[in-house]
Nanobody
């Protein structure tokens, strides 16, 4: 079973940029959809963005698409999330996950990474 490992989180200042990575332990099938979610303390896990591994088609949460960019490297089995103009409200644990179909619901995704913490100071 594929395993996912996120990295790239940290403590940054408002206005900074950050690039998160999600490395898959094995080759992702072209039919897979890989997504990014985030969860802040006391809040539900929130959909951020997703990408179809085979075609590269991307999907974004409407409220986030101006500052977030999802991409992937099929050669490296790695997915990325570029976050620009970070805000304190972006502070959360960011998770990557795999699904066999596109969805904004976390329950659709069957394999998850351990998460990477992003903290944005004002």
């Amino acid at each position: 079973q594929v395993q996912l490992v996120e990295s790239g989180g940290g403590l940054v200042q408002a206005g900074d940029s950050l690039r998160l990575s999600c490395a898959a332990s094995t080759r992702a099938y072209s039919s897979y959809v890989m997504g990014w979610f985030r969860q802040a303390p006391g809040k539900e896990r929130e959909f951020v963005a997703a990408i179809r591994w085979g075609t590269g088609r991307t999907y974004y949460a409407d409220s986030l698409k101006t500052r977030f960019t999802i991409s992937r490297s099929t050669a490296d089995n790695t997915m990325y999330l570029q976050i620009d103009s970070l805000k304190p409200e972006d502070s959360a644990v960011y998770y990557c996950a795999i699904a066999t179909e596109y969805s904004t619901y976390a329950s659709t995704y069957r394999t998850w990474g351990q998460g990477t913490q992003v903290t944005v100071s004002s």
